[in-house]
């Protein structure tokens, strides 16, 4: 995928605060062996396999092909400018980012995925593509514990137990940054859940923008330019079932660690 922001001139680094939060191996210093399988994609002509995939998947699945982005929206800006015909055909879209009810993680307004690249961010959210998007309105209110955790490890088996590290670290960094929530929000495993299950939210058509300038850059808000628009190009997700959402998550990961 795009190894900076579609503006940046030189390649991402990951800031301290993300190393810590995610530790340097990025899975909290978990051990893993190595997968035995070849990346999809794992070569492309200008080095950004991920857009080459994307449209490929696109143009060959179209409506029935669910999109979950979880981290920038680099890739499928990049996408979108490439072939918006391909992109515009996937059947859904469903973003983890963004926060439009609720303070933002790394700043007042901004939260980590859309200010890690606002511009391209900006230009999905401006494109027309409808998609829902999942963000800390709803992913703060899921929220994994210590306790819940303790079965993966008990449970003796090797992924069990890696999986238990990396949570166990994840949550410490809640416990440094946001003691208040007493656990680690599940953004991803939720947008996911979401993908396969929109009945988990419930959510607010509007068309979004983000703020590319000032102390707000990053902030996803509601474009007041199309605020009156009839037509919605987001669902932003503000209220989510989470007793049944952690009930499931809980009972699909017993089941795959166990």
Known sequence: GADRPIKATEPYTPPASTTLIHGKNGIGGASVPASPYEPVGATSADGNAAV????DAARTY???LIYVATGPL???????????????????????????TVPGNVSAGAEANMAGDPEAADAVLRSGRKLTMVGLDVTHRVV?????????????????????????HYIGSYEMNAPYLGGCALHDPLA????????????????LRVDLLGEYRGRTICDERRVADPDKSALVALTVD??????????RMARVLG
Do not use: H, Q
């Open 74 to 100: 680099s890739n499928l800006a990049l996408a979108l400018e490439r072939d918006a015909a391909a992109m515009m055909s996937i059947g859904r879209v469903v973003v983890m980012g963004g926060a439009l």
């Open 242 to 251: 989470a007793p049944r959402f952690l009930s499931e998550f809980k009972a």
């Open 62 to 64: 179209g409506p029935d």
């Open 192 to 207: 996911v859940a979401v993908a396969i299950d929109p009945t988990l939210v419930g959510a607010l058509g509007c068309n």
């Open 144 to 168: 994994l514990t210590r306790r819940d955790i303790a079965g993966w490890t008990g449970s003796g088996t090797m992924a069990g137990c890696a999986f238990a590290s990396m949570v166990e």
């Open 52 to 55: 080459d995939y994307l449209i």
